[in-house]
Structures are given as C-alpha cells and as structure tokens.
C-alpha cells in the first residue's frame, strides 16, 4: 500500500501571536487575492525543518517561501537554495538575502524539470512548500508531470487534502486524487498543524505531508490511467458498470474486472492493473 499509517497528533501553537507580531512590523501584510496565511509557529516551523533534514549541497526549491518563516532555518543548514514566490513584493525583500535564488512567478508555470537539469550532476529536487490551498491539488498534479526528478516533496497543506491523498480503499475521502499521487509517491502524514500557527489563521486545520516518489508501474500509460480514474470517479453514488463498465465497453475492452463495486472499492494497484491491460 501507498500510504504508511501515521499518528499525527495536532501541534499546538508555541507564542504564535508574539512571533507574527514581530513578523508584522518587518514585512508586508498578507494579501487575500494570494491566500496568504504566513506560518509563525516556531514549533511547527522546527518540526518541519527537522523532517526535510536538509544538507548543503541538495538541490532544495521551497515553493511559497512567504516571508521566510521555514526558508531561513532552511538556507542555514543548506547554504543555498531556490524558491517560488508570486508575490513581487516578498520577492523583493528575499532577494536581499544571501544565498537566496528566487524566483518571482506562478509556481504552475514553473518548469520543475528544468529547474532539476540545471541543478546539474543528476541531482534531484527537494521540494518544500507550504501550498496556496486555493490552488494545492493543481500544484500537486503540476508537480507529478516532474516526478522523475524529485527526489521528495515536504508540503503543508489544508488537512483534508492530505487525508484524501492519504486515504485507503473504502474510505469516503479515497478518490481520483488519491489513485493518481499514490501511483507514483509514498505519502506519509507527518504533522496536523491547527490555524492558530498562522498569521492570519485560516478557516481549516492544516497537515504536513511527505511524498516520496517511486517508480511508475510498467505498461502504464499516465493520460490512459488519468483518463480511467476520472471517468470511475465521475459518479460516485453508482457502481461502475454504469460508468467504468460503459467506458471499457467503447473501447472494445475484454477484462477481468468486477464493475459490481464503488469506485472508492477498488484498490490503487487494481486501477494501475486495469490501465496496464486497456492501454
């Protein structure tokens, strides 16, 4: 199985409204039109940089580095390192600091690959990040079309994403999401972090994950597999016969596959093996 079980319990917030203060009079304030919500917890913050562990030389790329809350326990372990910031001007007041590459874009039109061949030496990328949850699944899916040149990812993001990337067969929260991370990554829930570690705290509780890539299943077709997933999960409420089974039938498939179930039923590697045979 793809997920490893875990027992995060929820961190609760150490000072959180004294740090963000401080953090308050030396950079901007959040913005909403980029849901901003600026980690401060100096707890959670350490917990997350003991779990990246990073080590000079790595090829580290934090996505959303915000106003540097994980970015400098991160750049003082690891010398160097890049990162993904839109808002133009916490890009500028980071490109101040030394050792700092940053790169002032939308991380969906980053090209991680690129990014990963000029790291040079075959290394692969590290990611961090804590996720624009307006936008997390897509940076997730983004993220995936680079997965060969990632070594890991540590990303926050709002706690009921995670357990959906996390859930097992049977489980409500298992879904399209779930099939289409967990064929190429390990997910392992490392941290719940409650919306008072934030400045300004969000409506949700938030979860650290790890990702830890591994290698595709032979005979898979991503778009074919991509495309299979979504039409099982279009109707959640019916067995598949109805959607899956139709889906199977235009195609002329002839397989061994039990339709007379859900398709939160049907484990990861089931859906890998049907995408392998109507490839």
Known sequence: MAARPARPGLHRAARPAAVAERLRSVAPPPKKRFGQHFLVDPGVIAAIVRAVAPRPGEALVEIGPGRGAITMPLLERCASLRVVELDRDLAARLRRTPGLEVIESDVLRVDFTALAEAAGDSRKLRIVGNLPYNISTPILFHLLQSVDRIADQHVMLQKEVVDRMAAAPGRKDFGRLTVMLQWRYEIEHLLDVPPE???????????????????????????????????????RRKLLRHTLGRWLAERGASVDFDLQRRAEEVSVEEYLRLAAAVA
């Open 197 to 235: 570690a934030f400045d300004p705290p969000p409506r949700v509780d938030s979860a650290v994950v790890r990702m830890t890539p591994k290698a595709a299943a032979a005979g898979i077709d991503p778009a074919r597999l991509g495309e299979l997933v979504t039409v099982a999960f279009s109707q």
